[in-house]
């Protein structure tokens, strides 16, 4: 077989796992909405509190009654937020360098209320952070949308960051528009994600 025709058959080849591979990724898409799909709707009314310290061997009650601690620090009457269950994430492990997150569990009314007092940690400067919970998917996005709302803010726009959408100055941005961002927003992003090779990737492999 000659060079030529040695060539033709390897970009034929590489055309054809080209293919497959947008085949493939399509199906990763499709898959992926559906998985998300199922599991949002079951975090509705799950918040995600950080920074609670932590003792060996912990119980439920332990956690619960830290939690009603809290509550009544963020100015909240303990009796009218109904904890339905709450419960440290992962494993246990000896001497962790930071507490695990705590996932409660409350009446969707509640959740909204216990959201609106948040504000008043960040008064008292403490070190717990109380957000909602969302899948490993989302949480991916979004922290990959975080630091973008910095630099839009840096510019002194208004954003903010819902579920795993950017909003800025109005206009809605998904993980994929990233290249529509407004114009001195897109230039910080550019320049900031040239030396973190990693956020291309992820733009490569997550979409909406």
Request: proline share 3%.
């Amino acid at each position: 077989m000659g060079l030529t025709a040695k060539n033709q058959e390897l970009s034929q080849l590489n055309e054809d796992q080209n293919q497959s591979l947008k085949v493939l990724l399509r199906r990763q898409h499709t898959l992926l909405k559906r998985v998300l799909h199922l599991e949002c709707p079951g975090m509705g009314n799950h918040l995600v509190f950080s920074g609670i310290p932590e003792v060996n061997e912990e119980s439920s009650v332990h956690i619960g009654k830290k939690i009603n601690e809290l509550f009544v620090f963020m100015g909240l009457e303990r009796e009218n937020i109904h904890v339905l269950r709450c419960h440290r994430v992962d494993i246990a492990r000896q001497n962790p360098v930071r507490p695990r997150n705590i996932v409660v569990v409350l009446e969707l009314d509640d959740q909204y209320t216990v959201l609106h007092h948040a504000k008043h940690l960040k008064c008292h400067d403490t070190a717990v952070y109380i957000n909602k919970q969302f899948p490993y998917e989302i949480n991916r996005r979004r922290n990959i949308l975080r630091p973008i709302i910095k630099l839009a803010k840096d510019t002194n726009m208004r954003a903010s960051l819902t579920k795993d959408k950017l909003k800025i100055e109005g206009k809605v941005f998904a993980i994929n528009d990233l290249d529509k961002l407004p114009e001195k927003v897109n230039m910080s992003y550019k320049s900031a994600v040239t030396t973190d090779s990693h956020v291309f990737i992820s733009r490569l492999c997550i979409t909406t």
